[in-house]
């Protein structure tokens, strides 16, 4: 299969990586990390060893791929769709966090599916990524249902040995996926540490409330997610990524912009839709926001 990572960051140069093994990929990245794929290949250490060569390039537009699978940071989602219709691409897979495949979706013809992907991912140097933790792709159609694209999808992940579930119910996952981000990361980011941390405490705390406030906000939203399932999934994260600098806590290290818009923000927006108020998640993105505000970043 021809794929394009858009947006090879840490999580699409991974699966980029991973892919490559068997798949005819082409990285979307910026420079340096774009020239030192082309000119020496991909390095991916960690819990996956391997070497590959995707092509890469920091080209956005003129690609011809059967699969496009989009990586780039939420904020950036817009632009992201805006190159792709400058593309030739079969269909449109998002790994990303928050609810951007609506975006995707509104602004391109190609079939756009949903994803979750768990694996952790660190950009260690341009051209070497690290595998930080063994998690799951799961795939499925937007709207949920069985669909045989997402099928297709989902064994072309599986040839690269990437462990992919194709899923009928992707609203409830995607949401699921929303509280344990809206768990995780806002608070990892602040109190500067790893998932781990999370695991008890007051910290623990403040990131079981915002998911349970994220699980009822999907019910407003006819996704059925209850509060036990969402504090399973968080605590499952917390435990299987205990060791994980969250990919908040890595923007804020490096003094880059966040997601936070597009996680807590998303939650305080869409409960705004149904007049709820989700106190731990709106202070949340406040804090995160001044921090923003504070770096001359937003
Ligand atoms: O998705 C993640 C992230 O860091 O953005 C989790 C699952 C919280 C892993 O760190």
């Not at 991973?18 to 250490?45: E, K, M, N, Q």
């Not at 994803?115 to 799951?136: D, I, K, N, Q, S």
Request: with cysteine; glycine share 8%; hydrophobic share 45%.
């Amino acid at each position: 299969m021809r794929i394009l990572v858009f947006g090879a960051g840490s999580l699409g140069t991974l699966v980029g990586g991973l892919l490559a093994s068997v798949h005819d990929v082409t990285l979307v990245a910026r420079d340096p990390h774009a020239a030192r794929v082309s000119a020496d290949g991909l390095d991916v250490c960690g819990a996956v060893d391997t070497q590959v060569s995707p092509a890469a390039t920091t080209a956005e537009t003129g690609h011809d791929a059967d699969l496009a699978v989009v990586t780039v940071k939420s904020f950036d989602t817009a632009a992201a769709a805006e190159a792709l219709a400058d593309c030739d691409v079969g269909a449109v897979l998002s790994l990303q966090n928050g609810l951007t495949e609506e975006i995707l979706d509104s602004r391109l013809d190609a079939t756009v599916l949903a994803g979750t992907a768990t694996y952790g991912a660190r950009l260690v140097a341009p051209g070497r990524v690290e595998c930080t933790g063994v998690g799951r792709v799961v795939v499925g159609a937007l709207g949920g249902g069985t669909s045989t694209l997402a099928e297709r999808i989902g064994k072309a992940f599986r040839d690269a040995d990437i462990d992919t579930l194709v899923a009928a119910d992707m609203p409830r996952r995607r949401w699921e996926k929303l509280a344990v981000n809206a768990g995780i990361n806002a608070v990892t980011a602040l109190s500067r540490v790893e998932n781990g941390h999370l695991a008890a405490g007051e910290a623990s705390d403040v990131a079981h409330r915002a998911a349970r406030e994220t699980a009822r906000v999907a019910r407003l939203e006819n996704v059925r997610l209850p509060n036990r399932v969402a504090r399973d999934a968080i605590d499952r994260v917390i435990d299987r990524t205990a060791k994980n600098r969250s990919s908040m806590l890595q923007d804020v290290s490096a003094g880059s912009r966040t997601e936070v818009d597009a996680i807590n923000g998303a939650v305080v927006d869409v409960a705004a839709e149904h007049d709820f108020d989700v106190p731990t998640n709106r202070t949340l993105a406040a804090l995160l926001r001044a921090w923003e505000r504070g770096q001359d970043i937003r």
